[in-house]
């Protein structure tokens, strides 16, 4: 079974930084591109970034209200995705979620992290 | 503002078909058909129910399909169930310098 497992989350000062983790399971981590989205309360889904394989360059992407902020990377050998965030907001408290890349959609999704910012 | 529209709710009693639209541009779903559809439940993580713009994923119900016209993507759903009551969000490629854009999600209530 394909399984997406996201941690890490938790209340954090603004200014502060936090790393989120996804570890996979169930398929070729090494083979696919992983992408973390977010959701605040009450709110849509956005996306955040992703990462390619390492066939195509494991080369980055990232929505334009975390770029410079937050990066993207990932261990192979673990079947570990990275989310660093830096310099966090307020306006960034929400559920954070890894998903797998197929194609251009996405699938599975974990079952997400709350992360909150605040003083 | 999400770079996608979507109705904000819709709603149908059971048995009924509902359609849910999705308007871009030119410059995301009118160029691909690469439009996904996302559903989720209060609490829970999204799940695919459509890719491709009208491809189902192995256990999605035969209920849900898509279309896409111009510039605007729709998810129908056929024989409205209760257990389908849920968020929903459409997803397009958009090129590589912003490769994924959403929609602000419709709220579908089955009366």
């Known amino acids: 079974e394909v399984q997406l497992v996201e941690s890490g989350g938790g209340l954090v000062q603004p200014g502060r930084s936090l790393r989120l983790s996804c570890t996979a399971s169930g398929f070729t981590f090494g083979d696919y591109a992983m992408s973390w989205f977010r959701q605040a309360p009450g709110k849509g889904l956005e996306w955040v970034g992703f990462i390619r394989s390492k066939a195509y360059g494991g080369t980055t992407e990232y929505a334009a209200p975390v770029k410079g902020r937050f990066t993207i990377s990932r261990d192979d050998s673990k079947s570990i995705a990275y989310l660093q965030m830096s310099s966090l907001k307020t306006e960034d408290t929400a559920v954070y979620y890894c998903?797998?890349?197929?194609?251009?959609?996405?699938?599975?999704w974990g079952q997400g992290t709350l992360v909150t910012v605040s003083s | 503002q999400s770079a996608l529209t979507q109705p904000a709710s819709v709603s149908g009693s059971p048995g009924q078909s509902i359609t849910i639209s999705c308007t871009g541009t030119s410059s995301d779903v009118g160029s691909y058909n690469l439009v996904s559809w996302y559903q989720q439940h209060p609490g829970k993580a999204p799940k695919l129910m459509i890719y491709?713009?009208?491809k189902r994923p192995s256990g999605v119900s035969n209920r849900f399909s898509g279309s896409k016209s111009g510039n605007t993507a729709s998810l129908t759903i056929s024989g409205l169930q209760a257990e389908d009551e849920a968020d929903y969000y459409c997803c397009s490629y958009a090129g590589s310098s912003t490769p994924v854009v959403f929609g602000g999600g419709t709220k579908l209530t089955v009366l």
């Open positions: 491709e713009g009208g």
């Open positions: 998903t797998r890349v197929v194609g251009n959609w996405f699938d599975p």
